[in-house]
T-cell receptor, first 115, second 112 residues
Framework: NAGVTQTPKFQVLKTGQSMTLQCAQDMNHEYMSWYRQDPGMGLRLIHYSVGAGITDQGEVPNGYNVSRSTTEDFPLRLLSAAPSQTSVYFC??????????????FGEGSRLTVL | KNQVEQSPQSLIILEGKNCTLQCNYTVSPFSNLRWYKQDTGRGPVSLTIMTFSENTKSNGRYTATLDADTKQSSLHITASQLSDSASYICVVSAGSNYQLIWGAGTKLIIKP
């Protein structure tokens, strides 16, 4: 089992370019989410999904778009990249939605630099 | 405002020594408290999850404590190993799995 797979691992963009970060999971988890991690700060939730066809905004959704057409995939789109979006992005899944103690499983991260 | 504060920011100890990391939170409503380990360049990995009624939970050499009255938690690492070098992140759930408040982490370095 691969678990949670993120691609690409590294990406450099110019301001204004668009791109998609891919996230795929093989654990059949209902919940998928995207976080960003910046130096000196805690992880911040961008968007999340509780199942195919259902998405919702997290704490910092501006400038990002998501869709969930299948259980396995949850891509994150940057519409027009800005230097403030330079960060490390993590995709995370959770299987036990009903229990508040559901464990999060993270991908390896995608490091994005916007020039 | 919901907040999770961790101390110290960074810590260096010798291999084989014990250490304790602190977490203070002001989160309401409180559902559970989690500790994660994040190796450099990797995603966080769950160590423990504690609910309101649990005041101690162990995972091998890691022992987490929770005092819900004072809103404090600690993570104690016993007989540290070089592989314990990582960031340790305290996370508090504010009522649901979607409302996780993340601390900035404590960076732990174990020296031989």
């Amino acid at each position: 089992n691969a678990g949670v797979t993120q691609t690409p691992k590294f990406q450099v963009l110019k301001t204004g370019q668009s791109m998609t970060l891919q996230c795929a999971q093989d654990m059949n988890h209902e919940y998928m989410s995207w976080y960003r991690q910046d130096p000196g700060m805690g992880l911040r939730l961008i968007h999340y999904s509780v199942g195919a066809g259902i998405t919702d905004q997290g704490e910092v959704p501006n400038g990002y778009n998501v869709s969930r057409s299948t259980t396995e995939d949850f891509p994150l789109r940057l519409l027009s990249a800005a230097p403030s979006q330079t960060s490390v992005y993590f995709c995370a899944t959770m299987g036990e939605l009903a229990a508040n103690t559901g464990e999060l499983f993270f991908g390896e991260g995608s490091r994005l630099t916007v020039l | 405002k919901n907040q999770v504060e961790q101390s110290p920011q960074s810590l260096i100890i010798l291999e084989g020594k014990n250490c304790t990391l602190q977490c203070n939170y002001t989160v309401s409503p409180f559902s559970n408290l989690r500790w994660y380990k994040q190796d450099t360049g990797r995603g966080p990995v769950s160590l423990t999850i504690m609910t309101f009624s649990e005041n101690t939970k162990s995972n091998g050499r890691y022992t987490a404590t929770l005092d819900a009255d004072t809103k404090q938690s600690s993570l104690h690492i016993t007989a540290s190993q070089l592989s314990d070098s990582a960031s340790y992140i305290c996370v508090v759930s504010a009522g649901s799995n979607y409302q996780l408040i993340w601390g900035a982490g404590t960076k732990l370095i174990i020296k031989p």
